[in-house]
């Protein structure tokens, strides 16, 4: 009798262990999945600083942003390629950058106005 009652103490405890270590397990990968919820959702989000006060913004994929990125880039291009100032360092300056944003169409046009007389400080 002693026996048998030992025999099943034994297995009692051994079945109370496997269930502490399957609950220790679904907590551990439960806390796991949330964690990485949380980051995920951390990385999604940006702080933009506008002087000393940090603003919350959602971040955004190229694909959403093309259109206002491209026209901003040929808004760029135009200030630089046609605003002229007395000055021909600058104009030797805002030409450079201008020619970066530029394919080689832009620079036909920039040879173009220089030809006809335009840019006639930049052929110093």
Do not use: W
Not at 20 to 46: L, R, W, Y
Not at 51 to 56: A, K, S
């Amino acid at each position: 009798m002693v026996i048998k009652n030992l025999e099943n103490k034994i297995k009692l405890v051994l079945i109370v262990s496997c269930m502490f270590m399957a609950g220790c397990i679904i907590i551990s990968m439960g806390a796991i999945f949330t964690a990485k919820g949380m980051v995920d959702d951390a990385h999604k989000k940006v702080y933009v600083l506008d002087g000393n006060v940090p603003i919350l913004v959602q971040r955004t994929t190229m694909d959403e942003t093309l259109d206002v990125e491209a026209k901003s880039h040929v808004e760029l291009f135009h200030h630089l390629f046609f605003t002229l100032a007395p000055d021909d360092k600058y104009i030797n300056y805002t030409m450079e950058k201008a020619m970066y944003l530029v394919d080689e169409t832009g620079l036909a046009q920039f040879n173009a106005l220089k030809e006809k007389g335009l840019y006639a400080l930049v052929t110093r």
